[in-house]
């Protein structure tokens, strides 16, 4: 997960509402599409894996120290629940923007004014879930957010349970309309910016957004796996116009087609076939075994 320190910018988006109106003018360096983006959403968490993940710790405001490590208390910035000893610790922050783009998902913190970069690889679940806030009253009804599981290992070279590195969190969308600045409704494309005034509205949404963009990043074939056309561009998914970059260079060929041979392309008439065929002794030793009766 890369962090980032600045804002995420309309303009560094084509508009999905844009993206579906029109043919690309080009598949290569473009834009990524904004799929949605919701504002003042809450992040559910982990402590554990906050500790465990500098990357995941900046996004609260104590989530590192000013020499780099990371902060053992990150009960400043975020609501926490259960004890020091409770391994299901859950804390939630606050103030989070979640940026669904065709590359990889941003969130962003407004508060530590620090994000994240989610590949879509990495996440491998992701599902609408009913939750209780840890900061909520214990008589208060199950509202909806958005699961996600990451898998932050390499799960080719994962040798031991010692190796697996999962991280769970929830996303849970506000339940009352955005607000968003003159300068910024001015600036969105219709359709961009979030404008459902309903919990479950919004995680449909955010859960739509995630399931579109992680089909265009299908998981790599595994060299194990065996199956006719596996080798073949797209075989582990659709060739999109957000994806068609990694099949395709500029010039329309295939992306890492082996060189061929001296004489791929040449093309021989059946004369010169059978002229070749009359030339061979099939009477030699060399050549009697190619003979049946």
Known sequence: MEVIREEP??????????HQSQTPGTFFGGKPVLYHRTTNTKLVIGKQDLEAHPSLARLTDTGASKNGTNSTDLQNGAVVNGD??????????????????SENIIIYSNTTKTG???????????AIQRLCLPSSPTDAPEIQGLYIQLTLHDTETINSDDDID?????????????????TEIAAAPQGVLNTDTTEDNSTQALFNAVSACADLHPDPVSDDEEGVGS?????????????MNQ?????GQFVGGAALGAGAGNVRSIDAVDGAQDEVDWDSDETKWRRTE
Do not use: M, R
């Open 9 to 18: 910018d309309l303009s560094s988006f084509t508009p999905l509402a844009e």
């Open 84 to 101: 020091a000893h409770n391994i299901s610790e859950q804390i939630v922050i606050d103030g989070i923007d979640v940026w669904v783009g």
């Open 116 to 126: 994240i970069h989610i590949p879509y690889p990495t996440i491998s679940l992701h």
């Open 166 to 182: 999962t991280v769970e969190l929830a996303v849970v969308p506000s339940s009352t309309p955005t607000t968003a600045s003159a």
């Open 231 to 243: 080798t073949a561009p797209g075989a582990g998914g659709w060739i999109t116009s957000e994806n």
């Open 247 to 251: 099949f395709y260079d500029e010039n």
